[in-house]
């Protein structure tokens, strides 16, 4: 039996034989159509009278009856369908010449199959008018973004993505016993920060997690240095033989040069002001240089493409991970992206297609995805300004799709603001106060967490290097102790005095090394080391402790004993108990 409408003119493709097939197997025994409902839907019939046919059994089998040709008769009517035949003669007929079930599954997909091409044909037809007609300021990739939409529907169709129970309880047992294995409480990849890994128990694939603050409260800081231990675990599993995919970042807002800029000053210890300004001395500039070096093997990649819109956004990631693999991807910000266009007059509908667009990219890619989003303005009339989920801007959306929410949250960005004008009072002693407290403190808060318990993470926060760390630094020492100290100090040899500023910036490394040790996290002996210039030790100690010494002899040595301290850190940022201080430390001094 062929189409009931024949046409001279090519059609497009179509299965007529197997949606016959397959609604006569239904109509013979609808326990069929249990076996196809999640394969095929009236859409997919290419003849118009079967796309009825198949919505009517649908609502007749849904509703307890039987589907059959006498029932289905007063749902249809009594029309000619061509040739003089009726609905209840179509349905008898198709009933009659069915001969088995046991192929309505492949009948189904074939009637599936055929949808997706006819489907692919439009998208196809309406990528070449865009093509012909779209205005001569638009890009080839702006096209193709604006077609990328079409796609999302039927890419789910096309990749297979159809899995069976027992794969998916597979893998979630593997990531289980990948977990029991490591002993570490973390699920995914470590932001490289203990105390958050602690409450967020890590990033997890095809994750979203928002990553939200007020401006300056140091998102973008706290999104590059997790960018930067992912990127460090990267390249260490890489030694191992290991090939694990590159961190994507893409940088909406800030331009690549001072987005590196940034990142540098992390790594080489240099205040990011002294950079912007011009204002590095040799010592710093010689830092610089290497780290410059070192971050050009980390497997880090920067966009810093911006007025993106979200499916500019998957194209590229798409690509990305095809490329070089995806490990993690870092969004900065979300409210910059744009959406279909379809919405612009909304902004909340818009931004709701956006964080639905990149959770759906999160699963699509199985990554975790980090996206920094802003907050309304409305956190700056409470007294207390620590940011709530009803604080996400523009859309509920962003809560709803996210797997994590994170704020960022620093006291000391408000005291700075609130100093009071009389020095002397009280007052002002007790906003003195407050500072001494909140100095170099961060807080990040877990506002939601789908794997685990909300919390806070306090972490420390050094602005001039623009970087997160583990524990706030300890207060400084006063200008007077520093003498006292100094005058006590025995003179030192070039050599000495390098080491002596080495081990001096070490002194909250070491003092938590026995902690670490106990909790199996040696990997992170080095994350907080810190070196000391020449000229911050002799401002420390006092340059009677330098008598005669040779500059040049103690910066070639400095140096030395820099680029060991940064090959020491890739070296055991993820070593074993074996690799620690101990073992680190004489290979430092026998390089001095």
């Known amino acids: 039996m062929r189409s009931l409408d024949e046409s001279v003119m090519r059609q497009p493709p179509a299965n007529i034989d197997a949606e016959q097939a397959l609604i006569g197997a239904v109509l013979l025994n609808n326990d069929a159509y249990r076996k196809v409902a999640n394969v095929v839907e009236p859409a997919h019939f290419y003849e118009g009278v079967h796309r009825q046919i198949w919505q009517v059994m649908i609502d007749v089998i849904a509703a307890g009856g039987r589907a059959d040709p006498i029932l289905l008769k007063g749902h249809l009517g009594d029309a000619d369908l061509g040739n003089g035949i009726t609905p209840m003669q179509y349905l008898a007929r198709l009933s009659a010449e069915a001969t088995t079930v046991i192929n309505a599954p492949e009948y189904a997909k074939q009637v599936r199959d055929m ?60 990531d289980v016993y990948d977990a029991y294995q490591r002993q570490s409480g973390i699920v995914g990849l470590s932001t490289g920060l203990q105390r958050l890994d602690d409450v967020l128990g890590g990033l997890q694939p095809s994750d979203l997690i928002i990553l939200a603050g007020r401006p300056g409260a140091g998102k973008t800081a706290l999104a590059t240095n997790i960018a930067l231990a992912v990127a460090r675990y990267v390249m260490a599993r890489a030694a191992e033989g290991e090939r694990l995919g590159v961190v994507g970042f893409s940088s909406l807002e800030m331009g690549e040069r001072q987005l590196k800029q940034r990142i540098l000053s992390d790594l080489a210890w240099v205040p990011f002001w002294k950079l912007k300004r011009g204002l590095a001395d040799k010592a710093e500039m010689e830092r610089y240089t290497i780290a410059e070096r070192d971050f050009a093997k980390l497997p880090l990649l920067i966009d810093p493409t911006g007025g993106l819109s979200i499916a500019q956004l998957k194209i590229r990631a798409r690509a990305l991970k095809k490329r070089r693999g995806l490990s993690l991807l870092v969004v900065d910000y979300l409210q910059l992206l744009t959406g279909s266009g379809r919405r612009s007059d909304n902004r909340v509908a818009e931004v709701t297609e956006i964080t639905t667009g990149l959770k759906a990219l999160a699963k699509e890619l199985d990554v975790p995805i980090i996206a920094l989003s802003q907050l309304s303005r409305k956190v700056e009339e409470r007294d ?14 962003i809560e709803q799709d996210a797997d994590s929410v994170l704020f960022v949250y620093r006291e000391e960005y408000y005291l700075k603001k609130a100093e009071p004008r009389q020095e002397g009072t009280e007052q002002h002693a007790k906003w003195q106060a407050a500072m001494r407290k909140w100095q170099g403190v961060a807080e990040i808060i877990i506002g939601k967490n789908r794997h685990g318990p909300e919390g806070t993470a306090e972490l420390g926060f050094e602005g001039q290097f623009t970087r997160f760390t ?20 025995p003179t030192f040899t070039p050599e000495g005095i390098v080491l002596y500023s080495i081990l001096k910036s070490l002194t909250l490394t070491k003092s938590k090394l026995a902690t670490q040790e106990q909790r199996g996290a040696d990997r992170r ?10 000229e911050d030790a002799r401002q420390a100690f006092g340059n009677e402790v330098l008598p005669g010494s040779d500059e040049s002899a103690v910066n070639t040595r400095f140096r030395a004993a820099f680029v060991s301290l940064r090959k020491a850190e890739i070296a055991f940022y993820y070593g074993t108990q074996e690799t620690g201080f101990s073992v680190w430390l004489p290979e430092l001094a026998a390089d001095l």
């Open 384 to 397: 207390d300004k620590r940011p709530m989920l009803s604080d996400l801007r523009e859309s509920g959306s």
């Open 470 to 489: 583990n524990e706030p630094e300890p207060r400084e020492i006063e200008p007077e102790e520093v003498r006292q100290r100094a005058a006590k100090k």
């Open 525 to 534: 002996l080095c994350k907080g080391a810190r070196l000391v210039p020449l």
């Open 115 to 174: 949808a997706l091409r006819r489907r692919l044909i439009t998208i196809g037809q309406s990528l070449a008018a865009l093509a012909y007609d779209a205005p001569v300021q638009s890009t080839a990739e702006t096209i193709f973004a604006d077609l990328e939409r079409d796609l999302e529907e039927v890419r789910p169709a096309l990749s297979g993505q159809e899995s069976d129970f027992r794969d998916f309880g597979r893998i979630s047992s593997d």
